[in-house]
C-alpha cells in the first residue's frame, strides 16, 4: 500500500491523513487571520473595562477611565495562544490516529506475507505434483523447467513487491511520529507562553484597577477643593 507522506516544514502545521482517508489540513493563513481578528474583536467588546461614571454631590461628572489598549492586547495575545494550542491538540490527535492506522497497515502486510508464504509453499506443494504428473506421463522436461521458471519469477515479483510496500509503511510511520514528538514539543512551549501572557494579565489588572482608583480620587479632591472654594467665597460675601 503506497502511503508517502512528506516531511512537515519547519513553520507550517502539517497535513494528516485521517483513518478515513481524507486529507485534512489548515485553512488558509488569510483565513485563519480574519477568523482570529474577528474573535479577537468580540472578545475585546465582551472583555472590555466599562468603568462607572459616579456623579457628585455638585453637578459634576467624572471621567471616564479610559480603556487600557495594552491590557486588550494581551488579552488578545491570549486568546490567540489558546486557539494555536486547540489547533495543535487537534493535529496530534491526528497525528495520533494516523500513527494508530499506519501500525495496523504494517500488520496487515505481515499478515499478508505471511498468507503468501504458504501461497508459495503451496505453489511449491502443486509444482512438485504437476511435476511428478507430468514426469508419469512421460512430458518433456524443458516444458517442467519453464514452469518452475515461471512460478520462481512469479514468487520473486510478488516478493520485492511486499518488501517495497513495507518500507513505505515504515517510512509513513516513522514520518508520523516525528511529527507527533514535534506538536507536543511546540504545545509544551505554548503553555508555558500562555502561562507567562496570563501573569502579565493579573499585573495589568492591579494597574488598571489601581489607575482607576487614583483617578477617581483625583477628581475627588477637584470637587472638594470647589466646594472649599465656594464656601469661602459665600462667607466673604
Known amino acids: 500500500m503506497n502511503s508517502p507522506a512528506a516531511a512537515p516544514e519547519p513553520d507550517v502545521l502539517p497535513s494528516v491523513q485521517p483513518v478515513g482517508g ?15 481578528h474577528e474573535q ?15 456623579s457628585n454631590n455638585f453637578g459634576k461628572s467624572a471621567t ?39 501500525e495496523r497497515l504494517v500488520t496487515q502486510h505481515a499478515q499478508r506475507a505471511l498468507c503468501a508464504e504458504k501461497d508459495v509453499l503451496q505453489m511449491k506443494r502443486e509444482t512438485l505434483t504437476r511435476t511428478s504428473e507430468l514426469k508419469g506421463q512421460g512430458v518433456h522436461r524443458q516444458r517442467l523447467e519453464k514452469e518452475t521458471k515461471r512460478l520462481q519469477a512469479a514468487l520473486k515479483k510478488d516478493k520485492s513487491t511486499r518488501e517495497t510496500e513495507m518500507r513505505q509503511c515504515q517510512i509513513a510511520l516513522d514520518q508520523t511520529e516525528r511529527r507527533a514528538r514535534h506538536l507536543e514539543k511546540e504545545n509544551a512551549q505554548l ?31 477637584e470637587d472638594f ?12 460675601e
Open 191 to 221: 503553555r508555558a507562553a500562555l502561562q507567562k501572557q496570563g501573569e502579565l494579565l493579573q499585573v495589568l489588572d492591579r494597574q488598571v484597577e489601581h489607575a482607576q482608583a487614583m483617578q477617581l480620587l483625583s477628581i475627588m479632591e
Open 40 to 54: 479577537n474583536t468580540e472578545i475585546g467588546k465582551d472583555r472590555s473595562i466599562k468603568p462607572s461614571t459616579p
Open 225 to 236: 477643593d470647589s466646594l472649599v472654594a465656594d464656601l469661602r467665597r459665600s462667607g466673604r
Open 22 to 36: 481524507v486529507p485534512m489540513s489548515y485553512p488558509p493563513p488569510e483565513e485563519e487571520f480574519a477568523l482570529q
Open 64 to 102: 471616564d477611565v479610559g480603556k487600557p489598549v495594552e491590557k486588550h492586547a494581551t488579552k488578545n495575545r491570549h486568546q490567540q495562544l489558546l486557539d494555536k494550542i486547540n489547533r495543535l491538540e487537534v493535529a496530534l490527535l491526528l497525528a495520533q490516529n494516523q500513527n494508530a492506522t499506519n
